[in-house]
Nanobody, 123 residues
Framework: QVQLVESGGGSVQAGGSLRLSCAVS????????MGWFRQAPGKERERVAH??????YYHDSVKGRFTISQDSAKNTLYLQMNSLKPEDTAMYYC??????????????????WGQGTQVTVSS
């Protein structure tokens, strides 16, 4: 059974940093997409960043501030968030797909989801 468990969320002041972790169990793969999504109250869920074949891809709103990375040995996905802004406040979810043969599939549906971790940025 595939499980994704996020951790690392919390409250921080604007300009601060947080690192989110997502521990993955029951699944490994090299040609899958792994991503971070977020959903703020009253807003639709949006893709923040994803990683495919070692390459990171970012939503415009987080480019230059967030970095997605993956430790294959630990089967863990990370999201380093710097220069946080109040508009980054949301529930953050990690997600993964089964095998995909092109990075373009990473902009589609994901198969596995974590339970989320809250990030709150105060001004």
């Amino acid at each position: 059974q595939v499980q994704l468990v996020e951790s690392g969320g919390g409250s921080v002041q604007a300009g601060g940093s947080l690192r989110l972790s997502c521990a993955v169990s029951g699944y490994t793969g090299s040609r899958n997409c792994m991503g971070w999504f977020r959903q703020a109250p009253g807003k639709e869920r949006e893709r923040v960043a994803h990683i495919y074949a070692g390459g990171g891809y970012y939503h415009d709103s987080v480019k230059g501030r967030f970095t997605i990375s993956q430790d294959s040995a630990k089967n863990t996905l990370y999201l380093q968030m710097n220069s946080l802004k109040p508009e980054d406040t949301a529930m953050y979810y990690c997600a993964a797909t089964t095998v995909r043969y092109s990075v373009s599939w990473c902009y589609g549906d994901y198969d596995y989801w974590g339970q989320g971790t809250q990030v709150t940025v105060s001004s």
